[in-house]
């Protein structure tokens, strides 16, 4: 299993930024996308950001267009989501996900592989 390690979370003040990262250390083949999810008290994980490794095309949740950018190294294997103008609704465990075959870029179930996750606390 292709590990996936997650850094850059914390506790910040409503407006603050964050700088996510995701390391895809071990991988040998080229995967379809990679993507952030995050996932609230008692509530279902959802997308937040896609981007592929071929082209670069990028996909956002609607309430972080603007705010968020996801981007990527092919050569480091990494994915960063740079988080700006934080909001105490963004309050979530983030997940970096690795999504091998080509399909829906939303759906969590098309994910592969997944870290283990890192806290963003924004407080009002």
């Known amino acids: 299993q292709v590990p996936l390690v997650e850094s850059g979370g914390g506790l910040v003040q409503a407006g603050d930024s964050l700088r996510l990262s995701c390391a895809a250390s071990?991988?040998?083949?080229?995967?379809?996308?990679m993507a952030w999810f995050r996932q609230a008290p008692g509530k279902e994980r959802e997308f937040v950001a896609a981007?592929?490794?071929?082209?670069?095309?990028?996909y956002y949740l609607d309430s972080v267009k603007g705010r968020f950018t996801i981007s990527r190294d092919n050569a480091k294997n990494t994915v960063d989501l740079q988080m700006n103008s934080l909001k105490p609704e963004d309050t979530a465990v983030y997940y970096c996900?690795?999504?091998?075959?080509?399909?829906?870029?939303?759906?969590?179930?098309?994910?592969?592989?997944w870290g283990q996750g890192t806290q963003v606390t924004v407080s009002s």
């Open positions: 071990g991988r040998t083949f080229g995967s379809y996308a």
């Open positions: 981007i592929k490794w071929n082209g670069g095309s990028t």
């Open positions: 996900a690795d999504k091998i075959w080509s399909g829906s870029i939303y759906g969590k179930d098309e994910y592969q592989y």
